[in-house]
């Protein structure tokens, strides 16, 4: 998290959102200070800050959740740096990583076992919807309901987009 008090903002860093270009870039272009930690959430935010930067305008991004969904899957598919075939550990708060190594495990395994291709994979975990947004803010997730039908012809187009 970096916050600026001349302009009065706080950047929240999202995993996986290319905040930590923008992060260092903001550091060293404009001043702007780290703040709590990378990933500190708007909530750590609130619990740490003054009554004035309480009022600060809060800045974040958020990925394509299919872009995202189609990088995972190359993740999982090349493991270039043995992440989920060795187990090894991941950063960050117990539950989260527990969880997250037990999505990681499963998914790999399926995609190793199967040899799935990228529908397969989409298919499998993705099955009966689609989330399309999420806020790190509001922490809502809008989800939108796709049939298995509309759900294939996505897969085949994320497919075609990720082979270009």
Known sequence: MVIDHRYKFIFVELPLTATSAISKEIREQYGCEPFLNKHATYDDFLRKASPAEKKYQAIGS???????TV???FKYKNDLDQRFSSG???????????????????RYQFIIQNNAD??????????GHIVI???????KWPILYASNILLKIIAKYLQQLAFL
């Not at 947004?133 to 922490?139: D, F, L, Q, Y």
């Open 133 to 139: 947004g999420v806020s790190s803010i509001t922490k």
């Open 71 to 73: 990088s995972m899957y």
């Open 62 to 68: 958020v990925r394509n959740p299919l872009d995202q």
């Open 118 to 127: 990228f529908e397969t994979y989409f298919l499998k975990f993705l099955s």
């Open 88 to 106: 090894r550990k991941r950063p960050g708060k117990w539950l989260r990583k527990s969880l997250a190594k037990n999505r990681d495990a499963v």
